[in-house]
Nanobody, 124 residues
């Protein structure tokens, strides 16, 4: 089984910062792209940032220059450093990863996995 466990959410004042972590564990052959998404009350889940296994990053326009995604491949962990926080950043943040594992007969299977979500609340 594969699990993604997030940590680091909480409350912050506008202009402040928080760092989220997400560690993958289980039967992992290789972790491909990893990313962070968020969902505010009454809204659809949206992409925040992604990072490839090689370190290439992609950000939603609304976080560019404020958030930084990074990963530690040795620890199977992805991070989201959030700065210059705004009240509109308030949401549940979800970790996502495309993880390959070896199934029967040596076949490599890749699936999408999600963390349980961590609440981030920014007050003005």
């Amino acid at each position: 089984q594969v699990q993604l466990v997030e940590s680091g959410g909480g409350s912050a004042q506008a202009g402040g910062s928080l760092r989220l972590s997400c560690a993958a564990s289980g039967s992992i052959f290789v972790i491909n792209a990893m990313g962070w998404y968020r969902q505010a009350p009454g809204k659809q889940r949206e992409l925040v940032a992604t990072i490839t296994s090689g370190g290439s990053t992609n950000y939603a326009d609304f976080v560019k220059g404020r958030f930084t995604i990074s990963r530690d491949n040795a620890k199977n962990t992805v991070y989201l450093q959030m700065g210059s926080l705004k009240p509109e950043d308030t949401a549940v943040y979800y970790c996502n990863a495309a993880i390959s594992k070896v199934a029967g007969w040596g076949k490599v299977v890749t699936n999408d996995y999600w963390g349980q979500g961590t609440q981030v609340t920014v007050s003005s």
